[in-house]
T-cell receptor, first 115, second 110 residues
Framework: DSGVTQTPKHLITATGQRVTLRCSPRSGDLSVYWYQQSLDQGLQFLIQYYNGEERAKGNILERFSAQQFPDLHSELNLSSLELGDSALYFC??????????????FGEGSWLTVV | DAKTTQPPSMDCAEGRAANLPCNHSTISGNEYVYWYRQIHSQGPQYIIHGLKNNETNEMASLIITEDRKSSTLILPHATLRDTAVYYCIVRTFYGQNFVFGPGTRLSVLP
């Protein structure tokens, strides 16, 4: 158990809909990362937040957005869903900004199926 | 873009050491080598990381060549549960994100 909690574990929704994925980082971690893993793309970095602020942005579509709240949990919002958005979405967290290391730890992911 | 090269797949007999190579010939002086693995569709699991010196923990050993252009992850006594995709990543200590390549699919055979 990495200590990173993601909900829901599985989600099935229709094209055009909007969903929200939630992530609670490990206790004490200030950074949250979102990754997408689809069959043909591997693990793709989407976005990182550090202590509530966006820190880095990767291959995140404009239909997707994220935020990190004052209690440090994060949400990834996916809208106008398309079949190709079906994937595993992972959240990871790290301490960041300290000298104790910046290893990131992943949650178990949220399976999104768009039908 | 991933800065590492790994073989796409490897087999290892159960109980034997699994040696997974990684080439990172363009690594810079402040970049670390990290190893993660992903068992089936579970979340990637941190294994080990190092800068120059060899490292060992309860899961594995990391051997980095003197010129730092390549490294080897060693699982000393592979079990069936070590069957997974292993990712080698290089990044600075406070780098913004981890870039995952396709990794090496290790199959531990009974």
């Amino acid at each position: 158990d990495s200590g990173v909690t993601q909900t829901p574990k599985h989600l099935i929704t229709a094209t055009g809909q909007r969903v929200t994925l939630r992530c609670s980082p490990r206790s004490g971690d200030l950074s949250v990362y979102w990754y997408q893993q689809s069959l043909d793309q591997g693990l793709q970095f989407l976005i990182q937040y550090y202590n509530g602020e966006e820190r880095a942005k990767g291959n995140i579509l404009e239909r997707f957005s994220a935020q990190q709240f004052p209690d440090l949990h994060s949400e990834l919002n996916l809208s106008s869903l398309e079949l190709g958005d079906s994937a595993l979405y992972f959240c990871a967290s790290s301490v960041a900004g300290t000298d104790s290391g910046n290893t990131i730890y992943f949650g178990e992911g949220s399976w999104l199926t768009v039908v | 873009d991933a800065k590492t090269t790994q073989p796409p797949s490897m087999d290892c007999a159960e109980g034997r050491a699994a040696n997974l190579p990684c080439n990172h010939s363009t690594i810079s002086g402040n970049e670390y080598v990290y190893w993660y693995r992903q068992i089936h569709s579970q979340g990637p699991q941190y294994i080990i990381h190092g800068l120059k010196n060899n490292e060992t923990n309860e899961m594995a050993s990391l051997i980095i060549t003197e010129d730092r252009k390549s490294s080897t992850l060693i699982l000393p006594h592979a079990t069936l549960r070590d069957t997974a995709v292993y990712y080698c990543i290089v990044r600075t200590f406070y780098g913004q994100n981890f870039v995952f390549g396709p990794g090496t699919r290790l199959s531990v055979l009974p």
